[in-house]
């Protein structure tokens, strides 16, 4: 039986009083290839903001008689494996006074997990991944977490060449072989964002499909911190209509953590998983940092990744960890293509981004987006 159960911690204040640890799920680190094609996506929306930026688009396409093309440009978020393990434990251990159990999740990638696992102090850190895969006319997003480290390397090789070379029975092995482990969690992320925009109706036909084809191998669905209130209640009923739990998966990319949690009385991640996979259990919380209008939070994001990181060797400035592919030869930072902080469009979108950086014009936009549903509540 699908036993879910979600609060908001600003109604339910003692939620958690009567568990033992807070399970922070779907974090990313430095590690984590991010696109920027959110910006013409989500900053048109934003007041005075997208209108500005629309300005220097229009600019720019004046120029060289062509738009620019975000999807050849990426970007890393801030923080280290070590930094986002520390921001999540802190959060679960200060604010809700639990213990923490802390699983990070970059796309594709497990440099992190794979590199603080040797460490003494975090070697319980479950190895663990974001992984995109492709299907029909978009693709999901699946978070696996804790993956056993016998089979790691050759998981790892699985999961990329489907990604390269989507081939159905190689998704149906790899799906098998990883639930296999009693101890791995699979859990389809944001089910509902059709993030590849191929049309509401199209991708929840897509979800569809991939549930009634793999639905024996996944765990859980995601309600997911940086996703709006709508979308996850309507999960919420995907969840109950398909007979799995929804569980947290904060989505964390920036320097403020996870919005939501999950509660628990289980004591190591394996036991967690247990909860999940064989009693359908979850009881995810949401902080109040959800309450926050979705696109303010957007905008939050793509602030923390253009702030200046004092001591962060090679990766101080905004402008060494955006990417480019250019035309021909290795992928490079826009410090070393351009120099300095890039051309004049990309100098004013980062100006224009520190400047609603300012406590005063972040509260102006607050109070612009005062309506949405999130800040209701």
């Given amino acids: 039986m699908n036993r879910t159960k979600i609060d908001l911690h600003w109604r339910e204040p003692k939620a958690a009083a009567r568990y033992s640890h807070g399970v922070s799920l779907h974090s990313h680190t430095m590690h984590s290839r991010e ?27 004046a120029r060289s008689g062509k738009d620019i093309d975000y999807s050849r440009a990426w970007w890393t978020p801030p923080l280290s494996g070590p930094q986002a393990l ?15 159990l802390v699983s990070l999740t970059d796309h594709d990638n497990m440099d992190a997990p ?15 991944v974001e992984w995109t895969v492709p299907f029909g ?87 997911n911190g940086l996703r709006p209130w709508r979308e996850n209640q309507a999960v919420i009923e995907l969840g109950a209509d398909c007979g799995l739990p929804v569980i947290s998966g904060g989505d964390r990319h920036g320097l403020e953590p996870n919005a939501v949690v999950n509660l628990t009385n289980a004591t190591t991640f394996c036991e967690f998983v247990d909860e999940v996979r064989a009693h359908e259990m979850s009881h995810v919380l949401v902080l109040p940092q959800f309450r926050e209008p979705f696109l303010l939070r957007c905008f939050e994001v793509m602030r923390d990744a253009l702030c ?34 890039g051309p004049a469009v990309v100098r004013h979108f980062v100006g224009l981004v520190q400047l609603f950086s300012n406590s005063r014009v972040h509260g102006m936009v607050r109070a612009a987006l005062s309506g949405s549903e999130e800040a209701a509540l």
């Fill in 114 to 128: 794979r590199l603080l696992t040797v460490v003494e102090s975090s070697r319980h850190v479950p190895h663990s």
């Fill in 86 to 100: 520390e921001l999540e434990s802190k959060q679960v251990t200060g604010q809700l006074g639990l213990e923490a």
């Fill in 137 to 223: 006319p978009s693709f999901v997003h699946l978070g696996v977490h804790n993956i056993p480290r016998a089979p790691l390397a050759s998981i790892e090789a699985g999961m990329r060449e489907y990604t390269q070379q989507p081939d159905p029975a190689l998704l149906a092995g790899l799906l098998e072989e990883l639930s296999s482990s009693r101890d791995t969690l699979v859990v389809l992320n944001h089910p509902l964002w059709d993030e590849a925009c191929i049309g509401a109706a199209r991708h929840a036909a897509l979800i569809a499909g991939f549930l009634h084809r793999h639905r024996g191998w996944i765990h859980a669905l995601e309600f």
């Fill in 35 to 61: 696109t920027l094609s959110f910006i013409p996506r989500h900053v048109p929306r934003i007041p005075v903001l997208g209108s500005l930026v629309a300005a220097q688009e229009r600019r720019y396409r």
């Fill in 308 to 341: 200046h990181l004092p001591g962060a060797a090679g990766r101080e400035s905004w402008a060494q960890r955006v990417w480019y592919q250019p035309d021909e030869g290795e992928p490079v930072t826009i410090a070393e293509l351009w120099g300095g902080q």
